[in-house]
Every structure is written in C-alpha cells, then in structure tokens.
C-alpha cells in the first residue's frame, strides 16, 4: 500500500504554522515527516532544505547530522 505524501506547498504550509520538517527511521528506511502533518518524498524535502528560511535545529546524535529542520519565525509572503 502506498503512502499519500504531502505536497510541497502544502508541507511549507504546515512549517509556517510552526510545525517542523523531520528525517524518521521507518519499517521502509529513512523517510521525511512535517510533524504533525504528514510525510513528504525525498524530492520535496530537498526542495524545502534547499531554502534560505529553512533552518536546523542541531539536534541529531552526531555533528552535522539535522533531523529537524523549521522554517524561520520571521518568514513574510511575497
């Protein structure tokens, strides 16, 4: 069964409600989550990475390694 995933619009929605990305370990490997919300593909989370106004939190186990990343407080629309 496949799992409906969010569009990125959509996703960037939720983030500006204050909600976070996150990288999860699931039964199928590693898969991206706005939580809470929904999941969201490898395309659209590298999409989202890719933006200025996304930010991590630094809260991985090791250096470097982000699992959850927010959109900045002070995001306007354009």
């Known amino acids: ?3 409906k ?3 990125e619009n959509d996703a960037l929605e939720l ?3 204050g909600r976070s990305m996150l990288k999860m370990h699931t039964v199928q490997g590693m898969q991206w989550f706005i939580a809470p ?3 969201i593909t ?6 989202i990475l890719a933006r200025p106004d996304v930010q ?3 809260d991985g186990l090791f250096p470097y ?3 959850t990343f927010k959109l ?4 306007r629309r354009s």
């Open 37 to 39: 919300g929904g999941q």
């Open 5 to 7: 995933t969010l569009a």
């Open 72 to 75: 900045r407080s002070n995001w």
């Open 15 to 17: 983030m500006r409600e």
């Open 56 to 58: 991590p939190q630094r």
């Open 42 to 47: 490898e395309t659209v989370a590298q999409r």
């Open 1 to 3: 069964m496949k799992t």
């Open 65 to 67: 390694c982000d699992q």
